[in-house]
């Protein structure tokens, strides 16, 4: 079955950088569109890009345009979200998305 995990949150201060990882499992993964969100408690889920099938291009919300980055491989069934200048408000579970199927989410907390 469809599977997605995410990895690479964790503590950061304002400034900072992080990169998540999604491993995808279940599917061709070369094949699809993927796609990043966000969410804070309280908020509605938030997407925060997206990126295609081929990974030669990508969009991303206002929120974080010229800040961060996806990418993908898929010769290793993963993608990658390359966070920069992070700021508290960029503090999230962060989740990837193909379709109805959704990792467990991993947890980015920026510190001011």
């Known amino acids: 079955q469809v ?5 690479g949150g964790g503590l950061v201060q304002s400034g900072g950088s992080l990169r998540l990882s ?3 499992s279940g599917f061709t993964f070369s ?3 993927m796609y990043w969100y966000r969410q804070t408690p309280g908020k509605e889920r938030e997407l925060v890009g ?4 081929a990974g030669d291009s990508a969009s991303y919300a206002d929120s974080v345009k ?4 996806i990418s993908r491989d898929n010769a ?3 993608m990658y ?5 992070l700021k508290p408000e ?8 193909r379709y109805k199927y959704w990792g467990k989410g991993t947890l980015v907390t920026v510190s001011s």
């Open 3 to 7: 599977q997605l995990a995410e990895s």
């Open 81 to 85: 979200l390359q966070m920069n200048s």
């Open 50 to 53: 997206a990126i295609s099938a």
């Open 22 to 24: 999604c491993v995808a």
């Open 90 to 97: 960029d503090t999230a579970v962060y989740y990837c998305n």
């Open 66 to 69: 010229g800040r961060f980055t």
């Open 76 to 78: 290793k069934d993963t």
């Open 31 to 33: 094949h699809y569109i």
